[in-house]
């Protein structure tokens, strides 16, 4: 059974598990129904492990406010944040008639270290306001929230502008994530609301600024202390020495450059389902018989492998009797060590050992149940085409990380070409039509009748016996009625000759065309594959002939493009917020100088965990732009207040960086911790979210760091460069009094 594309899997798994004892009711005696694969089963684990991660995440992110605060009261205003927020975007989902799956969760999980980021923010503020500047609670609160109102408002707007475009992604690109982005762009516009409304009202009720403190609290605050006196001072050496601090951003870049061009590409890292699939193709022409015998060898290889619960078998798949399929069902991920490649490993090479049979076992993709590698090559000679195929497919089974190659082109299948002799048979009296009546009903067989028994009907198929039917020359036995109803033999008006012919003619684009399919071998990316295919090509390929993609391999092209184009749409729109909002369009480049630091974080922590550019990871980094632009926005908004206040720049920024430290660390430690969980998951349906963790923790981490120095120093830079360009205008612009008549 195979749902609609609107259907809901889950739904309709349950559905028809439940229908199950009444159809098993009406079955004849010994006949049985079993569950051999249900989709749906993958479906709830990941689910199942996406919910245990979110409330992980909840408690995590909680934990580390309390470390920082090591207040109770403190700890409940933003802990207050992530139930409000969470479930107030669980309407917003509702509403939207969006469903809770894989990635609307991944949305709320990546959402759990955002919304409390303005709450701490806020209150931190409040706090400071009561302890530092001796304000009353209700005071501190008004304050603190007026002081800080700016800052929140614009980092929720960059966070939505950089969140949006997802939701506006066409293709399996936009259906994945359309409900991802708006899931994560309605979260932070509630957390913010949240945090300019709730947030402030419980700081004025329960926050209080105690009058002791115990052992503990004296211990890490030491340490809290320690680091921004520290920081303090190598801010001031980076102020000193600002040159250096550009050239290692330079140097960053380079090195972001250096990491990209020797990372591996994807379309989505490959998953275990629980499950995978086995092939057998038999040669061309062969029986039912041979197909079903040697297919039975390979279940016998199932039967034997460690982790395999059950597997069922199809022979004659797709309507052709060489081919076979077997879906082996592998035992629950928490009762097994191994993952289904590992067990892949294990299987095909017995597969190999098998003659007579090309047998391959696959991990399926994660849309469809097709090769990955799809390639194809179109030429409008189709005699050329069949040339080049041969030379393709060998030069493709040369490499390395490409398994199971094969092309639905193939000239193999052999045939049989009966040449009818029109003027010896019209002599002989014998028509066309009853030759090919002959042929069909001794050979193919034909219905001739039909009879009935126990209210039953049979059909009567007259045909002849296997083995009167087995070779070439058993045709030449055959009789067909001639001029006076004499019998004739049929090589006496026909010529047969043997030989091979294609299975099918494919055409893609009105051209024709075949297609390359393949396999990878575990290390071996679709990237790679594609690459090393269109070199082959380049060499190769005859004048008038093209290549194209399809499947996933096409996926991988397109998704690239597209996401490459929303990560410089978010650059583009989030430049223009800012500037907006700031009324300058030199602090918004400014705040926008800590995303190629979070890139080149990201890519440093994929190449260093073995992983790839993939949809996941690229998505991770669209993330970053929002997510690293708040503490540079913290950063600059406190420093243009303090230079209204008559700060010089320098002395500005030095303030704002040291009071600043403390809300930009807990917000970023708060993000990494909710994160974490995303890149250590463990279970269904975590492999393919890793490397979104990997990217953001990495990206965050890199740029938290240095964003701290390169932000400030970037600051001071073009600040006085618009005073050298601005100033001497504004000197030879400015009125001169003239006396009024």
């Not at 029986?287 to 279940?299: A, C, F, H, N, P």
């Not at 991988?556 to 749409?569: N, P, Q």
Request: some cysteine; hydrophobic content about 50%.
């Amino acid at each position: 059974m195979v749902r609609q594309s609107r259907a809901n899997l889950i739904q309709i798994s349950d559905n028809i598990i439940s229908e199950l004892p009444q159809v098993r009711e009406a079955l004849p005696p010994g006949v049985s129904l079993d569950v051999a694969y249900d989709g749906a089963t993958f479906v709830r684990r990941s689910i199942q492990e996406a919910q245990e991660t979110l409330v992980l995440a909840a408690i995590l992110v909680v934990a580390i406010i309390f470390i920082f605060l090591r207040n109770l009261r403190a700890t409940i205003i933003p802990g207050l944040a992530i139930p409000t927020s969470i479930t107030a975007a669980f309407g917003l989902l509702f509403f939207l008639g969006f469903t809770i799956n894989n990635l609307t969760l991944l949305a709320l999980i990546l959402a759990m270290g955002i919304v409390v980021d303005d709450a701490i923010i806020v209150m931190e503020n409040a706090y400071r306001h009561q302890e530092q500047l001796g304000e009353d609670p209700k005071s501190a609160a008004i304050n603190g929230t007026r002081e800080i109102a700016f800052a929140v408002i614009a980092t929720t707007v960059a966070l939505v502008a950089v969140f949006s475009p997802l939701a506006f992604l066409t293709g399996t690109t936009g259906r994945l994530f359309n409900e991802f982005g708006i899931a994560l762009a309605g979260a932070v516009v509630i957390s913010s609301f949240v945090a300019l409304t709730l947030t402030p009202m419980l700081c004025a009720k329960i926050l209080r600024v105690p009058k002791s403190h115990g052992p503990v609290y004296q211990l890490l605050e030491r340490g809290f202390v320690a680091i921004a006196d520290r920081y303090e001072t190598t801010l001031h050496l980076a102020m000193r020495h600002r040159a250096i601090v550009v050239g290692g951003a330079v140097a960053t870049l380079g090195l972001a450059a250096l990491v990209f061009g020797n990372l591996k590409r994807e379309f989505i890292p490959p998953e275990d389902r629980g499950f995978f699939i086995s092939f057998a193709i038999a040669p061309e022409g062969s029986s039912l018989e041979y197909t079903d015998g040697y297919q039975r060898q390979l279940e016998n290889i199932l039967g034997n492998t460690e982790d395999i619960e059950m597997y069922f078998s199809i022979v004659g798949w797709g309507g052709r009797v060489n081919s076979g399929i077997m879906f082996a069902r592998l035992t629950d991920w928490d009762e097994r060590e191994r993952s289904v490649q590992d067990i892949l490993q294990e299987v095909q090479p017995q597969y190999f050992a098998i003659p007579g049979v090309m047998a391959f076992a696959s991990n399926p993709p994660a849309f469809g149940f097709n090769s990955p590698v799809q390639f194809v090559v179109r030429h409008p000679d189709l005699e050329q085409l069949g040339t080049t195929m041969d030379e393709f497919v060998a030069r493709a089974r040369q490499i390395p990380g490409l398994i199971n190659v094969d092309t639905d082109l193939r000239v193999i299948k052999p045939e049989l070409t009966v040449v009818y002799d029109r003027d010896r048979a019209e002599d002989l009296g014998v028509t066309i039509r009853d030759l090919s009546v002959t042929l069909q009903t001794m050979l193919g067989g034909r219905r001739i009748s039909t009879f009935t028994r126990q209210n039953k009907i049979y059909d009567v198929i007259a045909q002849l016996l296997p083995e009167e039917r087995a070779t070439p020359s058993d045709m030449s036995g055959l009789y067909v009625r001639g001029r006076d109803g004499s019998l004739v033999t049929l090589d006496a008006v026909t010529s047969i000759t043997e030989g091979v012919g294609p299975r099918q003619l494919n055409r893609f684009g009105r051209v024709p065309a075949f297609t390359l399919s393949a396999s990878l071998a575990p290390g071996f990316t679709l990237g790679e594959a594609i690459d090393s295919l269109n070199a082959v090509s380049d060499e190769i390929l005859p004048a008038g002939g093209s290549t194209a993609l399809a499947g996933e391999s096409r996926e991988l092209e397109e998704s690239g493009t597209a996401l490459y184009f929303v990560f410089a749409l978010a650059l583009v729109v989030v430049f223009m917020v800012l500037a907006a909002q700031f009324e300058s369009l030199i602090h918004p480049f400014t705040v926008l100088l800590s995303v190629p630091l979070a890139v080149t974080g990201a890519l440093v922590a994929l190449l260093i965990t073995g992983s790839t550019l993939n949809l996941y990871s690229q998505i991770g980094m669209i993330l970053l732009i929002g997510i690293v632009t708040k503490n540079s926005i913290l950063l600059v908004e406190y420093a243009n207040q303090l230079k209204k206040k008559g700060l010089s720049t320098v002395d500005a920024m030095l303030q704002s960086g040291k009071i600043r430290l403390r809300p930009i660390l807990m917000t970023s430690v708060a993000t990494l911790i909710a994160t974490a969980p995303i890149a250590l998951g463990l279970g269904a349906g975590s492999i393919s979210r890793r490397p979104l963790g990997y990217a953001i923790v990495g990206g965050l981490l890199f740029s938290t760091v240095l964003t701290l120095y390169l932000v400030p120093v970037a600051y001071v830079l073009l600040d006085a460069l618009k005073a050298k360009v601005f100033k001497p205008h504004l000197e030879t612009t400015k009125l001169e009094p003239v006396e009024a008549r």
